[in-house]
């Protein structure tokens, strides 16, 4: 398969604890992005990277989220002290160029407890 | 700022009747408009996208920028076609703000055999 994977695609942690998760977009994008998504609601922007530049950051991420892409590759999305309404669907998307179509994974479901 | 709205949750036709999933957007640009599709269990996938004008399994959506709408309409719904939809928009320019894509709320499509 060569889409995008997200590991892990479920997660469940007590609130106050710190979880990490993992994007490999398809392999010749260069741009990546990050969504959440609630129940009821539609995907929402996170942070965007071309390359391993982080060039666009939405409000919703608070300062308790820190996404990097060391290497242009894969991604990492950390939120640190989670709190229950952390609770979501984290999507993360690639794409070749701005104007290509963005290609979503599986997702991580996050509860907190 | 950008906003797209669905205004319909849940959308139930028959098998063989018309469908038209409405969606309204609000951006002061020029946009770029999508209709992305989730069914159950598998990824949010892109189901067509305005400047390709073409017909995906049979649905068509046309930009109509006076009404400000990009409305998804199919002529004969499919069992096949019950899943989650959801309009996107993204500012056509390049630059600061116009990497991420913005979602409506999504409406569920079920066809009824």
């Known amino acids: 398969d060569t889409g995008v994977s997200q590991d892990p695609r479920h997660k469940i942690t007590k609130r106050g604890q710190n979880v990490t998760f993992r994007c490999d977009p398809i392999?010749?994008?260069?741009?990546l992005y990050w969504y959440r998504q609630t129940l009821g609601q539609g995907p929402e922007f996170l942070t965007y990277?071309?390359?391993?530049?982080?060039?666009?950051k939405s409000r919703l991420l608070s300062d308790r989220f820190s996404a990097e892409r060391p290497k242009g590759s894969f991604s990492t999305l950390e939120i640190q002290r989670t709190e229950q309404g952390d609770s979501a669907m984290y999507l993360c998307?690639?794409?070749?160029?701005?104007?290509?179509?963005?290609?979503f994974g599986p997702g991580t479901r996050l509860t907190v407890l | 700022a950008q906003r797209v709205t669905q205004p319909e949750k849940l959308l139930s036709v028959f098998k063989g009747a018309p469908v038209e999933l409405k969606c309204n957007y609000s951006?002061?640009?020029?946009?770029?408009l999508f209709w992305y599709v989730q069914y159950s269990r598998q990824r949010l996938q892109l189901l067509l996208r305005?400047?390709s004008r073409e017909s995906i399994k049979g649905f068509t959506a046309d930009l109509n920028k006076g009404e400000t709408s990009f409305h998804l309409k199919k002529p004969f719904a499919q069992e096949e076609d019950s899943a989650m939809y959801y309009c996107?928009?993204?500012?056509?320019?390049?630059?600061?703000?116009?990497?991420?894509?913005?979602f409506g709320k999504g409406t569920k499509l079920s066809v009824i055999p």
């Open positions: 998307a690639s794409s070749l160029s701005k104007g290509d179509t963005q290609y």
């Open positions: 392999s010749e994008h260069n741009r």
């Open positions: 990277f071309q390359n391993e530049a982080q060039l666009e």
């Open positions: 951006y002061s640009g020029s946009p770029e």
């Open positions: 305005h400047i």
């Open positions: 996107a928009l993204s500012p056509a320019y390049s630059g600061a703000g116009s990497y991420q894509l913005t």
